[in-house]
């Protein structure tokens, strides 16, 4: 076996994305859909593939990214056979390449291969419909761009691809001819909740939060959390890097950034609030005083599986949600000195230009830091807003420009990361 190593408004063009799904354009042919899941070893990936096992019939997956994790990488090609594969690094290529030995040749993929180029080939694999983004951090930057001038239909998990480059990958999506389909349960629920609302009837989108597994503590009782109890998140199962955000808010963040580039509607009409229950996922509240809320159970695999259906409605999945039951929901504001993350991320998002793409930069690598065990978790956000003063924000006109803030930011977070550990 040969192996390679390897224009409208934001708003006009969303209202036409949502136009298409109501009136059922884009029908199946009869023939599965070709699906490639970046990430496919994540949280994200592996709920994807669950709904894919589910629908054999309706998506053939041609393509698997991983990150490092060779051995349940392994797992997924022997069940779901794609034509690409591509990892991280060599050393998980040459793990991965040993334990293939095992399958017989015609059920081994017929590209393989390890970094960004490998990774690239496989987003943009020819029977590919549908892109799965779910690689964490930067690192889907450059596969989601290339997926997008593709003319694929991004399924989009990935937060930082939108908040680093948002300009460059909107231009990706005009010019290739692709799309966009949030996969974060409160972009599927803001999207689900515009629906058919036009722009001058919006007052506000409202996205909802967890507070994370510290919600309950004040800032002084954060000096003493481990990371054991950071990931102890009180309403969902998630990636490591998802659940120390959550728990300083900078998913939040994140999303208001994402949301403000998605819908086109401006920051200081995005607001957060905390919300206890994480069953009310986005709520739109219009001129006329009435709310649109989208609710459902905390269950990732419906928006994952509304992404890879539309834009036709999917079949019934999971336990349905009982009102009843739940009996109340709760809502508290965002208190701005307890949760410092959020308003950096407003912060970066009024700055433009590279700030965004500095901000999120700096947030993995403090988050990194306080996983390893080399920064403590109250001293994340302070890393992050040192970055952010120091850097003098530039048009993110083009790729190439992004890159070199992402890398500015990573090395001066290192050093900050340094400085306080020390």
């Not at 960004?116 to 964490?136: G, N, Q, Y």
């Not at 079949?315 to 208190?335: M, T």
């Not at 970055?387 to 083009?398: E, F, K, Q, R």
Request: glycine fraction near 8%; proline fraction near 6%.
């Amino acid at each position: 076996m040969k192996r390679r190593r390897c224009g409208k408004t934001v708003w006009g063009r969303w209202m036409m994305d949502t136009h298409r799904t109501e009136t059922g354009a884009g029908s199946r042919s009869g023939r599965p859909e070709g699906l490639v899941v970046l990430g496919s070893t994540g949280s994200i990936g592996t709920q994807t593939l669950d709904v894919v096992r589910r629908h054999p019939e309706r998506f053939r997956v041609v393509g698997l990214v991983a990150g490092t994790n060779d051995t349940l990488l392994y797992d997924q090609i022997r069940e779901f056979r794609p034509d690409c594969v591509a990892v991280k690094d060599e050393a998980s290529l040459q793990r991965l390449l040993l334990k293939l030995h095992a399958l017989p040749e015609p059920r081994r993929p017929r590209e393989i291969g390890f970094g960004p180029e490998a990774i690239a080939r496989c987003a943009v694999h020819p029977e590919a419909v549908r892109v799965m983004s779910a690689l964490v951090g930067f690192a889907g930057v450059r596969p989601t761009l290339a997926a997008l001038q593709a003319g694929k239909t991004v399924l989009l998990a990935n937060k930082e691809t939108l908040v680093a480059a948002g300009s460059v990958v909107r231009a990706a999506e005009a010019s290739g001819g692709g799309r966009i389909v949030p996969v974060d349960s409160e972009h599927a629920a803001a999207r689900i909740a515009l629906r058919g609302q036009p722009p001058e009837a919006v007052l506000r989108l409202v996205l909802t939060a967890s507070g994370g597994a510290f919600r309950h503590l004040d800032r002084a009782a954060l000096a003493d959390v481990t990371v054991r109890d950071a990931l102890r998140h009180p309403t969902w199962r998630m990636g490591k890097k998802l659940t120390v955000d959550s728990a300083t808010l900078m998913n939040k963040g994140l999303e208001v950034i994402e949301a403000h580039v998605l819908f086109g509607l401006p920051l200081e009409r995005i607001d957060v609030v905390l919300h206890d229950e994480s069953l009310v996922h986005a709520m739109v509240e219009l001129k006329d005083g009435t709310f649109v809320a989208v609710l459902g159970p905390r269950d990732m695999r419906l928006p994952i599986q509304q992404a890879l259906f539309d834009p036709e409605s999917p079949p019934a999945l999971g336990e349905r949600l009982d009102l009843a039951r739940i009996g109340a929901l709760h809502f508290r504001p965002v208190d701005p000195a307890r949760y410092p993350a959020l308003g950096l991320a407003y912060a970066a998002a009024r700055a433009g230009g590279t700030a965004p793409a500095v901000l999120s930069a700096a947030n993995e690598v403090a988050v990194a830091a306080f996983l390893d065990g080399r920064l403590p978790f109250a001293a994340i956000e302070a890393v992050v807003e040192a970055v952010l003063a120091a850097h003098a924000p530039v048009p993110a006109t083009d790729l190439e420009t992004i890159e070199a803030a992402d890398r500015w930011a990573r090395e001066r977070a290192r050093a900050e990361v340094l400085a306080r550990s020390g």
